[in-house]
């Protein structure tokens, strides 16, 4: 009997223990204020606060938006693990490489994944102390969630979910912890299908 009360006390205290952590998860996704909107002639962008993530529906974009990214460097190969300059595959380490927005301008990235973890972008991103970010999920059926975390991944500053075919637009700033000496990433979870640019 008291092997059973301290294997039940056992489990009570590890249920305890976890219980904060995916609470805490549900807390961070719940800070951004989503706004869906018919196209982007309908974003006040002057009146967005740094919570806000603007939704529009991919067929609804302009269609010089898409041309506006750089893609030169998107996927030649089926195989998404080789070649595709704009994500890299998470493997054992995130990138190192930096780009610096003040200095470079903007990055353009693009990539896919169905079966690895995460996917990262090839560099870590700094120079600004707020930035524009806009992420088009291509996947017909699964939302795909991006995190911008510090270059050791031991500081989320966001966390932002897009829908199945849906474009988000939002800001990354000093109200997320951001300025311009901090470097960060962002790191996708699988499925992902996604293009996209920081600036």
Known sequence: MKKLVAAIL???T??????PATAYSVTEADTNNYIYVESLDDVDWDSLSSN???LIPNENLP???QSNYNLSDSLTSENP?????????????PP???WNIANKGQYNFSGYTFDSSYLYTNYIFTGKSSYRISITN????????????GSWQL??????????????????????GISSSTQWMIRFTAPVKAEGYVK
Not at 14 to 19: A, D, E, H, P, W
Not at 81 to 93: D, L
Not at 138 to 149: E, G, H, R
């Open 10 to 12: 056992s489990l009570t």
């Open 14 to 19: 590890l249920f305890s223990l976890v219980i």
């Open 52 to 54: 806000d993530v603007i």
């Open 63 to 65: 269609t010089n938006y």
């Open 81 to 93: 693990i080789q070649n595709y300059p704009g994500i890299v595959p998470f493997e054992n380490t």
């Open 96 to 98: 190192s490489a930096v």
């Open 138 to 149: 291509l996947l017909t059926s699964d939302s795909t969630t991006a995190k911008f975390m």
């Open 155 to 176: 500081k989320t500053y966001r966390t932002v979910s897009v829908i199945a075919g849906v474009t988000a637009i939002f800001s990354l700033n000093s109200n997320h």
